[in-house]
């Protein structure tokens, strides 16, 4: 009740101004009561002053009491009455502890006998917020304000109480404070699963690292994200979604326990905050039991949900390491756990922080090179076996890395991390394959196919398929002559908002599409059953030993069979040598795209390829 006092300063400020007018008249009291001649009367002058006093004291709204040194009371005004509900009558000679405090506040008889007022504490101005009850039973709270009027000795002396009913103002307060924390709690705490904040965990790491810094103490930071959350949350709904994070929260809450703080700092991201750990023993023991926690199924509306997620741990020396560099190697750690293969865990080392550095420089200046269009495009020719000739090519973005040459900067991204880059990646290529085919046209009179590889970063892009329809028509290419291609790993078909619609509507615009990659370890045939696919085309994996191992060869044979009956176009890819194309020729492939044919090259070479390679002469 302190905090409420201390509010309450104006309020108080109006109240002292009254109170100087009544205690003029507890001292005129004072003197009647004792026979003592007082200071007002030596200075009175007005002959009516006493009722007028009598007057401001009856009609106030403040209980206004004079009690002896024993408490016992000997005069009170009319609002006491009021706010008691006791008559002036029915409380001379006793003292207000006798009939004012609570049951559960009562003082024992012995007490109340051997009360005397603390001269000391009961000083004038003395302030005291206490809770009473009323004569019918009803509690209130009571602001009482003690002013001592001295005596020749201490039985002569008066205390004189002044008597507020603030129970709204208490009320009033009580409700702001609980406001206030429950505001501080919600700042604080995950509306959804109850842990800390990223606010409140960052505090808490923030206290310890200060409060032991040269303490040569450790604190370690595990950073958990769960393994294919989106996958969750696009089969089964958000509701199953934020089930399976409050079963995560729960999991690592127990884990934890008294040793730290857990907190989500995410969509699916954990951050728990171990405070002094004996180990690196104890922190991987920490973070193998969340692992293993969850890899026992949940139950969600009768279907059982496997969960996995990564980890990355951090232990560090608190005089040694700052927040920022803490949370930043959790991060690092983090993400060299799903880099590796997810459902792991993995250690912070300085070999990993200057891998992160160097890669965050690299990413920098690739996003300046896509800023300004500092890009390469590689053209690879496609062969038509039956009428010997290049049919198309398809097109691919590189980009000229800081250290290690050429590289194809797809490879470098995430498509679930790196959506942004991607999608500027497969936009530079469309653009500039559909203006260097366009150019091929007009230089050589023929007419190729551009194919190019699109992900979901770019065709889940709302209002994509306008975009492309745009693309070609001021390239003035043909729909039909752009192949677009897929990688089938890539469409889960399990998914409500699965890349299947999205091709079928790039399809509906004219465009020819192809499953790329088929017959490799991770690209199966079954999606020729639900995307309507117009070319195939054969993995190099599957390619590259048709002269030796009969499996393969039958392999191929029969996916190429099956891509006819489907009415599917069938290309090879990665045939580099005439014994490959030989045997392809044979089971009915028409299409090959290869170093045979050639390599990747740039848009001028491939022109000068072209005018080189002419009627098939160089397969003979």
Known sequence: MDDYTADLTALNLILFVGMGALLLFAVFLVGRFTGKRTAYDAA????????????????AHEGLVM?????????????????????AEEIRGRRPQ???????????????????FDLGKFSSGFKELIQNQRKNGELFWNQLTFAQVEGDTDDKTRMIILCQDVTREVERFAELEETRKRLKYQAEHDELTGLATRAKITSFLQERLSSQRGDARRVGVIHFDLDHFKDINDSHGHSAGDTVLRHVAGVLRTVVADNGVVARVGGDEFLAAISDPAGPDQMEQFAQQMLDDLTRPITIERERLKVAGSVGLVLADTDKTSLAELINQADIALYAAKKSGRGRLSWYTDALGAAHRHRRMSMAQLDQDLESGNLTLLMQPQFDLQDSKVMGYEV?????????????????LSEQEDVVRMARIERFGLRQGLAEI???????????????DLTGASIST????????????????????????????????????????AIDRISKLGCRIALDNVGSVHGG??????????????????????????????LTQAVIELAHKFGCQVMAVGVVTKAQREILQEFGCRFIQGDLIAAPMSAREAEIHLQDFTDGNELD
Not at 44 to 59: Q, Y
Not at 67 to 87: K, L, V
Not at 406 to 412: E, G, I, S, T, Y
Request: with cysteine; proline share 6%; aromatic share 10%.
């Open 396 to 412: 691919s973005t590189h980009w000229l890395h800081p250290s290690e040459g050429l590289v194809d900067p797809a490879n470098m």
């Open 98 to 116: 006798e009939f004012v405090l609570p049951p559960n506040n009562q003082l024992t008889a012995e007490d109340l006998n051997n009360f005397k």
């Open 438 to 452: 366009r150019r091929l046209r007009e230089a050589t009179g023929g007419f190729y196919t551009l194919t190019v």
């Open 462 to 501: 709302p209002g994509f398929e306008e975009k492309l329809r745009q693309l070609c028509e001021d390239a003035d290419f043909p729909l039909e002559d752009l192949i677009v291609q897929f990688k089938p790993q890539a469409i889960h078909f399990d998914e409500p908002d699965c890349l299947q619609n």
């Open 67 to 87: 009690q002896d040194i024993y408490g016992r009371i000997e005069w009170s005004n009319p609002a006491y009455t009021r706010i008691t509900g006791f008559s």
């Open 525 to 554: 045939v079954a999606q020729l059953i639900q995307v309507s696919a117009h070319v195939m085309k054969i993995s190099p994996w599957l390619v590259s030993d048709l002269e030796t191992d009969a499996k393969k060869r039958h």
């Open 44 to 59: 009175s002058n007005f002959g009516n002053d006493a009722a007028v006093l009598k007057t401001v004291v009856e009609h």
